[in-house]
């Protein structure tokens, strides 16, 4: 499994664009790159998934550069509900039966 | 939205006790995990469960772990004799069988069920 590393914490304020950039030098073909979001006392929640290049859902949009070395969640008009802990994690979901391997993560804080 | 539900959400033991943490997972769903979180630390992977047995578990989930799949709708994690250590939020999650290619294999998780080890 890929290593990740993304910021501590990060401050916005509401209204805002938040983008997490999340190292992963050593991604292998066949890893994808998956964001889960995790309120306080709560489970984490998958937010997005992508390979390459840009995805977007309702929440969110992911940008995966052409070496896939690194990703950037960006979470567009932050509100204070959006205050949680975003996870970046890089795997095979095939080969791993979907184990996720969670690090620190970086922990949103918006502010009003 | 269909979701993954834990009993109980909060529980006290005594050190030494047995404990059993109940999961439903989602109807669809074949495959099953816990994880766990001591407070202020990462989500750590306990054990993947399918087709009726473990696939995978983690140094942490030793012999004072079990889990098993009673009926076809429980999933459940026993700790036979807890310890202060163990004293976490267990996170139960399940997902769709994977595919290659267009399954993002998404984990959907609960609750949690709070173990306080006293």
């Known amino acids: 499994l890929a290593k990740t590393t993304q910021p501590i914490s990060m401050d916005s304020y509401e209204g805002q664009e938040v983008n997490i950039t999340c190292s992963h030098n050593n991604i292998a073909t066949n890893d994808y790159i998956t964001w889960y979001q995790q309120f306080p006392s709560q489970g984490p929640r998958f937010i997005i998934q992508?390979?390459?290049t840009k995805v977007t859902n309702e929440v969110a949009s992911l940008f995966i550069p052409a070496d896939r070395k690194s990703s950037t969640l960006s979470l567009p008009r932050v509100s204070l509900s959006d205050t949680a802990v975003y996870y970046c994690?890089?795997?095979?979901?095939?080969?791993?039966?979907?184990?996720?391997?969670f690090g620190g993560g970086t922990r949103v804080l918006v502010k009003p | 939205e269909p979701e993954v539900t834990q009993t109980p959400s909060h529980q006290v033991t005594q050190m030494g006790q047995e404990v059993i943490l109940r999961c439903v997972p989602i109807s669809n769903h074949l495959y099953f995990y816990w994880y766990r979180q001591i407070l202020g630390q990462k989500v750590e992977f306990l054990v993947s469960f399918y087709n009726n047995e473990i696939s995978e578990k983690s140094e942490i989930f030793d012999d004072q772990f079990s889990v098993e799949r009673p009926d076809g709708s429980n999933f459940t994690l026993k700790i036979r004799s807890t310890k202060l250590e163990d004293s976490a939020m267990y996170f139960c999650a399940s997902s769709e069988l994977i595919s290659t290619g267009s399954n993002t294999g998404e984990l959907f998780f609960g609750e949690g069920s709070r173990l306080t080890v006293l």
């Open positions: 994690l890089v795997g095979d979901n095939v080969a791993a039966g979907n184990k996720l391997t």
């Open positions: 992508g390979y390459k």
